[in-house]
T-cell receptor, first 116, second 112 residues
């Protein structure tokens, strides 16, 4: 009954440090996504992966990298964190072949990141 | 850049009142989804509307997709404290970009 699992749930970084957010889904979904959520701005897509082995940029990819390790796992890496990357990060998955298919997104509980 | 503006941004009401949340854009969407997000959790899908003019009901919640597929509304009848949360609309952009664009969100607080 896990669905989408994100780790860590909370993280504090200093400017310039690097870190990786991990995401795993157990629903056998093809597509996975990383969003960031900031007050008054809704959810903005950072990167997505329509299938294992492929990744594409979303609306706000600068400063991030991703890896689709296998069908289950999709990680987000901040190579050199900046205060502007302070946000709540959500991983999501869907069973459709791409987000244009209007499939339901299943979200994790979020990872709250603070960059000092 | 496609934008989905939601209004109002915040809404505080008493239990039993009715309310409407709006989701507007100048762009056409293939379909539109509504999500509800509770504190400390990720958004959860409530409904998807696909056809212009479509109306869907989910208990006390009524969702409508505009005829031109540029806007949508969510109406809640007799709101309850359990309706409290952040409501997000999300539009599927057709043709080239084929992206899911989220709205700015409406935070609803229903007091007993």
């Amino acid at each position: 009954n896990a669905g989408v699992t994100q780790t860590p749930k909370f993280q504090v970084l200093k400017t310039g440090q690097s870190m990786t957010l991990q995401c795993a889904q157990d629903m056998n979904h093809n597509s996975m996504y990383w969003y960031r959520q900031d007050p008054g701005m809704g959810l903005r897509l950072i990167y997505y992966s329509a299938s294992e082995g492929t990744t594409d940029k979303g609306e706000v990819p600068n400063g991030y990298n991703v890896s689709r390790l296998n069908k289950r796992e999709f990680s987000l890496r901040l190579e050199s964190a900046a205060p502007s990357q302070t946000s709540v990060y959500f991983c999501a998955s869907s069973e459709e072949g791409g987000q244009f298919r209007a499939g339901e997104l299943f979200f994790g509980e979020g990872s709250r990141l603070t960059v000092l | 850049t496609q934008l989905l503006e939601q209004s109002p941004q915040f809404l505080s009401i008493q239990e039993g009142e009715n309310l409407t949340v709006y989701c507007n854009s100048s762009s056409v969407f293939s379909s539109l989804q509504w999500y509800r997000q509770e504190p400390g959790e990720g958004p959860v899908l409530l409904v998807t509307v696909v056809t212009g003019g479509e109306v869907k009901k989910l208990k006390r919640l009524t969702f409508q997709f505009g005829d031109a597929r540029k806007d949508s509304s969510l109406h809640i009848t007799a709101a309850q404290p359990g309706d409290t949360g952040l409501y997000l609309c999300a539009g599927v952009v057709p043709y080239n970009t084929d992206k899911l664009i989220f709205g700015t969100g409406t935070r609803l607080q229903v007091f007993p």
